[in-house]
């Protein structure tokens, strides 16, 4: 029997008119806990990054801290020891926060992805797309009073934007009405140490808004 496109097509009419699917709408996240978003992460196997990783790394802090850090994606020493920002970035990080006088206790920290990209290539957008309701929780968790996305890959996904990092260095945002502070990773910054003096300027921006913010 000839489909409807078949007849279309004997009768030399074309291109074939279709309603356009529904696109279907992005699960919602579940309302998870801290002990079940912990749980989701190390049973992921959303995406293939879960095939290659030692253990998906959640995040390390304060809870209820007044500043979330988000990076990008563990590294090999994250996927090692199940933290964030523990190679020599992190070692750079630990200094800046010491700087601004706060310790790693004090804020908390996350990445993107919280599984490790092989030999740490940037997140594919599908892989971001399936892990991002794990970070958002946590956002909807901690409530941060200001977020500092450390790099381009993390100012890209809270911001929206592909704008380059220099640009959005400058600008004043927010994420679902939390302000939020744009710098260099601390990676990019062990690679070109001329960017350490831009980022402490950024973070002088952050500290003044937390100093304000009393
Ligand atoms: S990167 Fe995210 S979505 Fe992919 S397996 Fe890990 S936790 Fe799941």
């Given at each position: ?8 097509t004997?009768?030399?009419i ?36 879960s ?69 740490n290539?940037?997140?594919?957008p ?22 500092c ?32 502070v ?33």
């Amino acid at each position: 029997m000839l489909s409807r496109d078949d007849v279309f097509t004997e009768l030399g009419i074309g291109p074939v008119w279709r309603l356009r699917e529904t696109p279907a709408s992005p699960p919602s996240a579940p309302a998870y806990t801290w002990d079940t978003l912990a749980d989701a992460v190390a049973r992921c196997t959303a995406c293939k990054l879960s095939a290659t990783r030692t253990q998906g790394v959640l995040g390390v802090g304060d809870r209820n801290a007044d500043w979330l850090i988000i990076g990008e994606a563990p590294g090999a020493d994250e996927d090692a020891k199940g933290e964030p920002f523990v190679g020599r970035a992190g070692q750079l990080l630990n200094k800046i926060i010491v700087a601004m006088k706060l310790t790693r206790e004090e804020v908390y920290i996350a990445n993107i992805l919280k599984c490790r990209p092989p030999q740490n290539r940037d997140p594919l957008p599908a892989e971001v797309e399936c892990c991002e309701a794990y970070l958002r929780s946590q956002i909807k968790l901690i409530q941060p009073k200001y977020i500092c996305a450390l790099g381009r890959v993390a100012a890209h996904w809270l911001l929206k934007t592909d704008a380059p990092l220099g640009t959005l260095r400058t600008g004043n945002y927010t994420y679902e009405g939390i302000p939020v502070v744009v710098t260099y990773h601390p990676a990019a910054l062990l690679r070109n140490p001329a960017f350490k003096v831009p980022c402490w300027e950024d973070m002088k921006k952050l500290m003044a808004l937390l100093e304000n913010a009393g």
